[in-house]
């Protein structure tokens, strides 16, 4: 099988992050033929002005992006949205116009947040920018994942075999999707 290149998307900053945990709880159940890495949001605020001569972190992020075979959003909801940081990074690798890094890209989203809906707003308003920016979105099955304590542990284990099996089902198909993009 051909190696595939996975970029995760965490649209948290957060140091402690349950959107990064489950970002980590994904790498365990992705196949071995999937390389998964994290993408840096760590980037300068998107300046139109400043579009042709990107900084050092906006271009090697773009890098990142082009390089990747396909995409995991893994995202909070800030305020029913997505977070500043995700945002920024969309605008930073759709810019300059004709450039973008984005399109054609298979992609995943998912999220968890401590409250009932999980992160439906965020998934369904970064879906409408995704679909904008030209990437393929996985549309089912959705997840909108109540985080409890101890759910995903620390060092990213699911801890509850519903989960596990639940979020594996989602990896499949978001493998056999990327697959399917790349045939």
């Not at 075999?161 to 045939?183: C, G, H, I, N, S």
């Amino acid at each position: 099988m051909k190696q595939r290149d996975i970029l995760i998307v965490v649209g948290s900053l957060r140091a402690d992050s349950i959107n990064r945990r489950l970002a980590g709880a994904l790498k365990k159940c992705l196949p071995p033929h999937f390389a998964a890495h994290d993408a840096a949001l760590d980037l300068p605020l998107f300046n139109q002005d400043d579009e042709h001569s990107p900084t050092p972190a906006v271009s090697a992020f773009k890098q990142q992006v082009a390089r990747a075979d396909g995409l995991i959003f893994v995202t909070p909801e800030h305020n029913r949205s997505v977070p500043a940081a995700l945002k920024n990074a969309l605008d930073w690798g759709s810019r300059p116009p004709g450039e973008s890094v984005w399109s054609g890209k298979p992609a995943g989203v998912l999220g968890t947040s401590t409250g009932g809906p999980g992160t439906a707003l965020a998934q369904q308003h970064l879906r409408n920018i995704l679909v904008c920016l030209g990437v393929d979105t996985l549309s089912t099955p959705e997840v909108f994942l109540q985080m409890k304590e101890g759910l995903i542990d620390a060092q990213s284990n699911i801890t509850d075999p519903r989960t596990e099996a639940f979020l594996q089902k989602w990896v499949d198909r978001y493998v056999a999707w990327v697959e399917r993009l790349a045939a």
